[in-house]
């Protein structure tokens, strides 16, 4: 399927170099632009085939599917920009959590979906959070989902619940490697130990828990449970973290929400001239 990437940035040249990674699409299936010709000359000359293109015209015209990876306030100008070479065969994929699937069905005539991915998804792993417009068929999503299955568990959710999949989904990994690098430090402070090996081992533990989460069968609290002898050294270790960490995700979802909605308003303000 010809695709192509409207902004090439760390989400956009995320996504691209993960579906050439997973053999997903060929250099030459993709058709890039990026406002800095420059980035996007820099992905061509690392995948021989890849198409860089001047201009988002180009992209639409060539393109049967179509991402738009570009900031909140970028994509009502980008869509005024492509929406002339828009016909209602293509698909067109926003992965800006504030523009509303609405607001891109209102100027484009085509298949809409909104698509949230995670830098997990460069492993070729993590969820792509999914969003599909009223003119998405279920042959389309299938058709959608069997493109991103390649670097991605998809995953369908409410509209309403963008923000806070977003926020665990996509935010998840800085809020846990913060802690991670917390914990490796207080290991290093407390006793000494090698910076380096501190995250090796903190590492490895996050990724086997993972694990045991996904595929081992187990829910959070009964992982907690298994590995916690009442009395022992770890339930010593939870009372700390309970003591300080109660209500801190609260305010951290609280303090996103707030963000996430303000940028709707301007999102909105934007769509409504």
Same mark, same amino acid.
């Given at each position: !399927?010809?695709?192509?990437?409207?902004?090439?940035?760390?989400?956009?040249?995320?996504?691209?170099?993960?579906?050439?990674?997973?053999?997903?699409?060929?250099?030459?299936?993709?058709?890039?632009?990026?406002?800095?010709?420059?980035?996007?000359?820099?992905?061509?000359?690392?995948?021989?085939?890849?198409?860089?293109?001047?201009?988002?015209?180009?992209? %639409?015209?060539?393109?049967?599917?179509?991402?738009?990876?570009?900031?909140? !306030?970028?994509?009502?100008?980008?869509?005024?920009?492509?929406?002339?070479?828009?016909?209602?065969?293509?698909?067109?994929?926003?992965?800006?959590?504030?523009?509303?699937?609405?607001?891109?069905?209102?100027?484009?005539?085509?298949?809409?979906?909104?698509?949230?991915?995670?830098?997990?998804?460069?492993?070729?792993?993590?969820? !792509?959070?999914?969003?599909?417009?009223?003119?998405?068929?279920?042959?389309?999503?299938?058709?959608?989902?069997?493109?991103?299955?390649?670097?991605?568990?998809?995953?369908?959710?409410?509209?309403?619940?963008?923000?806070?999949?977003?926020?665990?989904?996509?935010?998840?990994?800085?809020?846990?490697?913060?802690?991670?690098?917390?914990?490796?430090?207080? %290991?290093?402070?407390?006793?000494?130990?090698?910076?380096?090996? %501190?995250?090796?081992?903190?590492?490895?533990?996050?990724?086997?828990?993972?694990?045991?989460?996904?595929?081992?069968?187990?829910?959070?609290?009964?992982?907690?449970?298994?590995?916690?002898?009442?009395?022992?050294?770890?339930?010593?270790?939870?009372?700390?973290?309970?003591?300080?960490?109660?209500?801190?995700?609260?305010?951290?979802?609280? !303090?996103?929400?707030?963000?996430?909605?303000?940028?709707?308003?301007?999102?909105? %303000?934007?769509?409504?001239?």
């Amino acid at each position: !399927m010809n695709t192509g990437f409207i902004g090439t940035g760390s989400m956009g040249s995320l996504l691209i170099e993960s579906f050439i990674k997973s053999d997903a699409l060929l250099p030459q299936e993709i058709t890039a632009s990026n406002r800095n010709p420059a980035k996007v000359a820099q992905l061509a000359e690392r995948y021989p085939g890849l198409r860089a293109v001047p201009s988002n015209r180009e992209v %639409a015209l060539e393109s049967e599917l179509i991402f738009l990876c570009v900031r909140p !306030m970028d994509i009502f100008n980008v869509i005024n920009d492509i929406q002339p070479y828009i016909h209602p065969d293509q698909y067109v994929i926003s992965i800006t959590s504030p523009v509303m699937i609405q607001q891109l069905e209102s100027r484009l005539p085509c298949r809409v979906a909104k698509l949230i991915p995670s830098i997990t998804n460069y492993m070729l792993d993590g969820a !792509m959070l999914c969003v599909y417009g009223s003119r998405i068929s279920s042959g389309d999503r299938e058709r959608i989902e069997q493109l991103i299955r390649r670097i991605s568990e998809p995953i369908e959710i409410s509209e309403t619940h963008v923000r806070v999949c977003s926020d665990l989904s996509s935010c998840g990994p800085a809020f846990f490697a913060y802690l991670l690098e917390q914990f490796a430090h207080a %290991a290093v402070e407390e006793t000494g130990i090698d910076y380096e090996q %501190a995250c090796t081992l903190a590492s490895r533990m996050l990724l086997g828990t993972g694990k045991l989460l996904t595929e081992g069968g187990f829910t959070p609290e009964q992982l907690r449970q298994r590995v916690t002898v009442p009395g022992g050294i770890t339930a010593e270790g939870l009372k700390i973290i309970e003591k300080e960490l109660t209500g801190k995700f609260n305010q951290l979802f609280q !303090m996103t929400h707030h963000k996430f909605t303000t940028e709707v308003t301007k999102v909105t %303000a934007q769509w409504s001239t």
